[in-house]
């Protein structure tokens, strides 16, 4: 990847910072729309969009492919079929979270240990995705209602899900022989930062 995709990949993940910073503020109660449901039904919202955004990141080395996925996005509201029409295109299109320990090779700063639990997984993607989407239109009155309480519940775990994928992971770009370690906070930097490791 050109230091110009790095950069773009990159920024999305700033993107992703920017909407969880908006997500805390209302958990923390430094922002309030002054009625409840309205600030679940916010972050439920940013939390859409976070997905969205790590769904199509792996495609921004392809500007043409990423804006028509993009495009599609505005019409495809299941997320079984985002992934799928994902995963045609780049099989390795999702973040793989690690961790990272000091290594005993030569020449090896740090081994990269596959995170097995805890994470945003592929399936609970679907499922989040979905239960956000549930509550973006307006309520049936002669419905049963919506469980707020299920949401306000939920939230945090789904949050701390996406922190646990995207803190720290490897990544693989759509027509790109390299692997990507990406750090969304270092010390003393804002925003995100990528390496390439070459593969090929």
Not at 25 to 48: D, K
Not at 62 to 80: D, E, P, S, T, Y
């Amino acid at each position: 990847m050109k230091d110009k995709e790095r950069e773009k990949y990159s920024n999305v993940m700033n993107e992703i910072k920017r909407r969880t910073n908006v997500i805390h503020s209302f958990l923390n109660g430094e922002r309030n729309a002054m009625y409840n449901a309205v600030n679940v039904e916010l972050i439920c919202l940013q939390i859409r969009k976070i997905l969205e955004l790590i769904a199509l990141g792996s495609l921004v080395a392809n500007q043409k492919i990423f804006l028509k996925k993009v495009h599609n996005l505005q019409k495809m509201w299941n997320a079984k079929l985002i992934i799928k029409d994902i995963e045609r295109i780049n099989p390795d299109f999702y973040p793989k979270p690690i961790f990272e320990k000091p290594s005993n090779l030569e020449g090896v700063v740090n081994e990269l240990i596959d995170i097995k639990e805890g994470y945003l997984s592929k399936e609970d993607f679907i499922k989040v995705y979905d239960n956000c989407g549930k509550i973006l239109h307006a309520e049936n009155p002669l419905g049963n209602g919506i469980d707020y309480k299920y949401y306000e519940q939920h939230i945090p775990i789904w949050m701390e899900k996406i922190k646990v994928l995207l803190n720290s992971h490897t990544i693989k770009l759509l027509n790109d022989k390299n692997m990507y370690l990406v750090h969304m906070q270092e010390n003393g930097k804002e925003g995100s930062t990528v390496y390439v490791f070459g593969l090929a």
